[in-house]
């Protein structure tokens, strides 16, 4: 992740714009490309040195064309394996296979990481693929500027 240099990963978190490698939003986009029918869920660690790996985690939800919900024990599994690793939780991201990019009511109702930030990959257009990054501010999704490194 290509970041200035004198800002730790928490002061990153707090700015409006996020600076993410190429390689993870690859990463984001081919997970939500093998499940074009049900939504993708998973976590991305970061650690002090800015560096970030994904962490896919199952979609157990009812209706996983509409709805994520994580494996609770392997999303427990993923953030021990955080913690091992040095690294932090840094985002959150589940795909739309039929909708837009934005968080619906049933996301905004279920974010209960406010330090996190949230990416929502839409596979809405065929043939496009979009990733946007969000936050939680005053119990709302505010949109981040999301931009790709290739460092």
Do not use: W
Request: neutral net charge; contains cysteine.
């Amino acid at each position: 992740m290509a970041m200035p240099g004198s800002q730790s990963a928490n002061e990153y978190n707090t700015m409006s714009k996020i600076i993410i490698k190429r390689q993870i939003a690859n990463q984001l986009l081919t997970h939500a490309q093998s499940s074009p029918e049900a939504e993708i869920c998973g976590l991305i660690g970061i650690d002090k040195n800015n560096e970030m790996q994904t962490y896919s985690i199952p979609n157990i939800a009812e209706k996983p064309s509409h709805f994520f919900n994580m494996n609770p024990k392997l999303q427990i599994d993923a953030m021990r394996n955080m913690r091992k690793k040095n690294q932090t939780l840094f985002g959150i991201y589940h795909s739309h296979p039929s909708s837009p990019a934005k968080p619906s009511v049933t996301d905004l109702e279920n974010a209960t990481y406010p330090e996190a930030n949230y990416f929502i990959i839409s596979l809405n257009t065929t043939g496009v693929l979009e990733i946007r990054a969000y936050r939680i501010c005053n119990k709302q999704f505010i949109e981040l500027t999301l931009s790709l490194s290739d460092e």
